[in-house]
């Protein structure tokens, strides 16, 4: 059984930084790509960043670009979201994703992540 678990979500000031992090069990981590997407209230859900199944590859959201690392540790099957400088517009629930190919077939619960002006 496949699950995703995100954590690290919470209330923070704006200007202020947050790490999320997205334990996987259930699947050969590094087989696949790993994203983070986010859903803000009354918004559609939207890409954040990627990276590939050995870290050489990142792909990030222009709004999030200089501002948003993302990381990984197949050691751990472990996936980050290091957000610095953080804006009231980045507020949303943050959810991971598993990718073996094309399509994200699997989704973490998702963690609130909420930025105070």
């Known amino acids: 059984q496949v699950q995703l678990v995100e954590s690290g979500g919470g209330l923070v000031q704006a200007g202020g930084s947050l790490r999320l992090s997205c334990a996987a069990s259930?699947?050969?981590?590094?087989?696949?790509?790993m994203g983070w997407f986010r859903q803000a209230p009354g918004k559609e859900r939207e890409f954040v960043a990627t990276i590939s199944r050995g870290s050489s590859l990142t792909s990030y959201l222009d709004l999030v670009k200089g501002r948003f690392t993302i990381s990984r540790d197949n050691a751990k099957n472990t996936v980050y979201l290091q957000m610095n400088s953080l804006k009231p517009e980045d507020t949303a629930v943050y959810y991971c994703?598993?990718?073996?190919?094309?399509?994200?077939?699997?989704w973490g619960q998702g963690t609130q992540v909420t930025v105070s002006s």
């Open positions: 259930g699947v050969t981590f590094s087989s696949y790509r």
């Open positions: 994703a598993a990718a073996r190919y094309s399509d994200y077939a699997y």
